[in-house]
T-cell receptor, first 114, second 115 residues
């Protein structure tokens, strides 16, 4: 177990709705990254939060947004859901600094958009 | 564009055999290369990782070979077991201060180990 917990495990939404996914990082980790994994593909980087600020962003539209809280937990919000948003959303935490490459993943939230 | 190319897409190996997965990259700023193992319905689990100043790293039955000049690295699974049946992802990242956290993943290799 990595100590990274995500909720909910599964979620079903309809097109146009909004969704919030949650992540609790591993104890001592101040950096959280979010990834989208479509079926049969590798994870794609959405964005990263470091000490409550967005530290970098992948090729995702602004309707994907996030937050990091003082306890380093994080939320991923997706507005105006589209069918192509159906995927496994993964949260990864890392201690940051020189060991920033080491990332530990949660089990993910499976989002289905109908 | 995909910054890390992984092959093969899938492979079948007999129990006790060797599984070999290859990856190639272009960005010379990458300085950390982890491998992840993912079972169905689970998140990726860090398996083993290497930095480019080392040509080989071994942990148990898993070995990474790294060729910096060719910008290639590979995972060898020795004495493959049915429990190793999973999808394996190579990844790369630049740990510079302006690029933390942006792991670039390969497309994955589905490994099936037959009894």
């Amino acid at each position: 177990e990595t100590g990274v917990t995500q909720s909910p495990t599964h979620l079903i939404k309809t097109r146009g709705q909004q969704v919030t996914l949650r992540c609790s990082s591993q104890s001592g980790h101040n950096t959280v990254s979010w990834y989208q994994q479509a079926l049969g593909q590798g994870p794609q980087f959405i964005f990263q939060y470091y000490r409550e600020e967005e530290n970098g962003r992948g090729n995702f539209p602004p309707r994907f947004s996030g937050l990091q809280f003082p306890n380093y937990s994080s939320e991923l919000n997706v507005n105006a859901l589209e069918l192509d948003d159906s995927a496994l959303y993964l949260c990864a935490s890392s201690p940051g600094g020189a060991s920033g490459g080491i990332q530990y993943f949660g089990a993910g939230t499976r989002l289905s958009v109908l | 564009q995909q910054q890390v190319k992984q092959s093969p897409q899938s492979l079948i190996v007999q129990k006790g055999g060797i599984s070999i997965i290859n990856c190639a990259y272009e960005n010379t700023a990458f300085d950390y290369f982890p491998w992840y193992q993912q079972f169905p319905g689970k998140g990726p689990a860090l398996l083993i990782a290497i930095r480019p100043d080392v040509s080989e790293k071994k942990e148990g039955r898993f070995t990474i070979s790294f060729n910096k000049s060719a910008k290639q690295f590979s995972l060898h699974i020795m004495d493959s077991q049915p429990g190793d049946s999973a999808t394996y992802f190579c990844a790369a990242i630049s740990t510079g201060t302006d690029s933390w956290g942006k792991l670039q993943f390969g497309a994955g290799t589905q490994v099936v180990v037959t009894p």
